[in-house]
């Protein structure tokens, strides 16, 4: 066998099974086990990292092998296009950390630029008036990133209400994908709250938008069922359930290649330092099962 | 001039309307542009859990105030019901604004008043930190080597004196959040000491000092008895060496 062939297997074999970055949204509960073996990744969430007072930045000393962005203002689903200023310090904090991508949420959080806030992200109503502003928007800041080398994803949200629409969520999203060229921050566990919420099969929905997207992420977290409200509440509070563990499996497998890297988020109820441990680890330990398979 | 396709003047519509009747955490508006299987109720679980949040955000920012007014969380929650969140809300703008909406709608007492000046004076001192973010880190790197340079002050000509750029006054009316040696009114500075903010009140002379380096810094001993005659050089060694060991000033 000549050298070119033994390059062109291993090339073929580490791209066949190529394992995902993994790592936690970087919370300042968790910054102690970043040095986890089971870690290489680590997102970062604009807003917290936007302290004006620090000196060092916002990861310190330690070098990721993949370090993401996440921002929560960018409202691409506005009638606007975000302003220069906020994409100004979100590339700024990027630069800052050595990030390789910059994300946000397919929903708005402002009625115009110089408006007024709501604090949460709404999800978008599923028309093509809608998809023309959100296609738009995210071309823009695309574009902006682009500049620096930045790669942008979009993440499908967990929302509480639907505003009347043409279209399901699944094609909505899969036209942005398509339209734009963006990643796609998948996060599974809003793909599970809103397939009990609104009564869709979560399986179906990924695997239906997954060939729209050239590149993804994945985000994981532990909500719980309201039985008030009748709905399951994407907190970020509890770990990991059982059925989002089984859609990760799906999601490892239909985006085979794909997907760039994992980010376990959390954000109450902490746990301990082996509960942080034993969930990045199973994070891991089934990327691998299902991406280098024995 | 742009002209917009007719469906997106009508989403543009929907958006704002949407968005302005959510953000006050009113949820009736937003009936007419529902799903057939949506309620209102639906609505308000989302604006409920903003203003929850929000609520939550706004006492953290403005936490100097607790000891001074009874009831504070009501008050939040009046103006968070009032003024919606602004657009690129970031740090502490929602503090500012509601101790802002606090002076124009409530009857405060001057020590209230003085509770007031000082978160403000705090949050101001961070955004001045985040307008000049590269003026910060030179500034504390100074800042860092200072120890090493103090024993030169007296010895080495060319050493210059820098203000640290990340300041901002506040006068205090009453004597509550003052030390027991000063007196009121007094004038107090804020500045950023590392990532912690620092006070001290300054009698006329410390201020004149502050100011001047402010307006001719930064500038060597020498410079500065050129403009001050009046006070001594080893006075302004003392002074000097005070205001850098509270990192008021840097050596470099």
Redesign the interface.
């Known amino acids: 066998m000549s050298l070119t062939t033994l390059d062109a297997v291993h090339s073929t074999t580490s791209s066949r099974f190529s394992v995902p970055g993994i790592g936690y949204a970087l919370r300042e509960q968790n910054r102690y086990i970043l040095n986890d073996p089971a870690i290489n990744a680590v997102e970062i969430t604009f807003e917290r990292a936007?302290?004006?007072?620090?000196?060092d930045r916002y990861l310190g000393e330690q070098e990721f092998e993949h370090v993401g962005i996440h921002a929560l203002?960018l409202s691409v689903?506005?009638?606007d296009a975000p302003?220069h200023?906020?994409l100004d310090t979100l590339l700024a904090i990027a630069e800052e950390n050595d990030a390789d991508s910059i994300s946000d949420h397919l929903g708005?959080?402002?009625?115009?630029?110089?408006?007024?806030?709501?604090?949460?992200f709404?999800p978008p109503?599923f028309?093509?008036?809608?998809l023309?502003?959100t296609c738009r928007n995210i071309d823009f800041v695309q574009t902006f990133f682009a500049r620096r080398d930045r790669r942008f994803y979009i993440e499908n949200i967990a929302?509480?209400?639907?505003?009347?629409?043409t279209m399901t969520e699944a094609d909505f999203l899969w036209r942005v994908l398509k339209n734009t060229g963006c990643g796609w921050l998948l996060d599974v566990t809003n793909v599970y709250a809103n397939a009990v919420n609104f009564g869709f099969d979560p399986y179906d929905f990924i695997a239906e938008v997954m060939p729209a997207a050239d590149r993804v992420q994945l985000h994981l977290a532990g909500g719980f069922f309201d039985k008030h409200?009748g709905?399951y509440i994407d907190s970020h509070s509890e770990p990991i359930p059982e059925p989002v563990w089984s859609l990760y499996r799906h999601t490892l497998d239909q985006g085979r290649r794909k997907i760039d890297a994992v980010f376990l988020e959390r954000d109450q109820n902490y746990p301990d330092e082996r509960g942080w441990r034993r969930e990045i680890r199973q994070v891991r330990a089934i990327a691998e099962e299902v991406c280098c398979p024995r | 001039m742009i002209t917009l396709a007719p469906n997106m003047i009508d989403y543009r519509d929907q958006i704002q309307r949407c968005a302005q009747t959510m953000a006050l955490g009113y949820a009736e508006d937003v009936r007419p542009f529902l799903a057939d299987d949506m309620t209102v109720a639906h609505v308000r679980l989302f604006t409920d859990g903003n203003l929850d949040k929000r609520i939550e955000k706004v006492l953290d920012q403005v936490e100097l105030l607790k000891t001074a007014f009874d009831k504070l969380d009501d008050l939040v929650s009046e103006y968070i019901h009032e003024v919606p969140l602004a657009a690129y809300d970031t740090g502490c703008s929602d503090g500012d604004r509601f101790l802002c909406w606090l002076k124009l709608t409530q009857v405060t007492s001057p020590e209230q008043q003085d509770h007031i000046s000082c978160q403000l004076a705090r949050h101001e001192v961070e955004n001045v930190a985040r307008q000049n973010r590269l003026g910060h880190v030179r500034f504390q790197e100074l800042r860092s080597l200072t120890a090493r340079l103090t024993a030169d002050l007296h010895t080495n000509p060319d050493l210059r004196m820098h203000l640290n750029p990340i300041r901002t006054w506040a006068t205090f009316q009453t004597h509550v959040l003052l030390d027991e040696e000063a007196t009121a009114p007094a004038d107090v500075l804020f500045f950023a000491n590392g990532q912690q903010i620092r006070t001290s009140a300054f009698e006329d002379s410390g201020k004149d000092f502050v100011e001047t380096l402010a307006s001719h810094g930064p500038f060597t001993l020498t410079d500065w008895k050129r403009l001050d005659r009046s006070t001594s050089r080893s006075d302004l060694i003392e002074f000097c060496l005070d205001a850098a060991e509270m990192g008021l000033v840097a050596f470099g």
């Open positions: 936007d302290d004006p007072l620090r000196i203002k689903a506005s009638p302003g200023n906020y708005f959080t402002r009625d115009a630029h110089n408006g007024i806030e709501m604090g949460h709404a109503p028309t093509p008036a809608a023309d502003a929302y509480l209400f639907r505003f009347e629409g409200a709905m």
